[in-house]
């Protein structure tokens, strides 16, 4: 499975933007999908996943309520809708995919078998 982010852009504050990680090679479906991501000079840490039965969602403290996770099937890609965004949110977002992962596990960049390139958020003030 190769996974590409994209949308990734400079916003200011308070802004919307949306990313998308379009997956090729096998169908996302089956896959638990999340979105991690590294500010400069931090750790990578994981923001958002989405579980593979029944698409339950997960979100770190630090983005509930302003950011939202989604899967479109037909196109194979997993989306994050940033809305409210905060300087603090200035970072490269990473998409992951597993098949076999379990829940206790999905915040774990490493326990990822698939994993792609990133893209760049930077938000001003």
């Known amino acids: 499975v190769q996974l590409q982010a994209s949308g990734g852009g400079m916003v200011q504050a308070g802004a919307s933007l949306r990313l998308s990680c379009v997956a090729s090679?096998?169908?996302?479906?089956?896959?638990?999908i999340a979105w991690f991501r590294q500010a400069p000079g931090k750790e990578r840490e994981f923001a958002a996943g989405i579980f593979r039965s029944g698409g339950r969602t997960y979100y770190a403290d630090s983005v509930k309520g302003r950011f939202t996770i989604s899967r479109d099937n037909a196109r194979n890609t997993v989306y994050l809708q940033m809305d409210s965004v905060k300087p603090e949110d200035t970072a490269v977002y990473y998409c992951?995919?597993?098949?076999?992962?379990?829940?206790?596990?999905?915040?774990?960049?490493?326990?990822?078998?698939?994993r792609g390139q990133g893209t760049l958020v930077t938000v001003s003030s």
């Open positions: 992951a995919a597993d098949q076999r992962l379990i829940l206790s596990s999905m915040g774990i960049w490493n326990q990822y078998d698939y």
């Open positions: 090679g096998d169908t996302l479906r089956n896959y638990v």
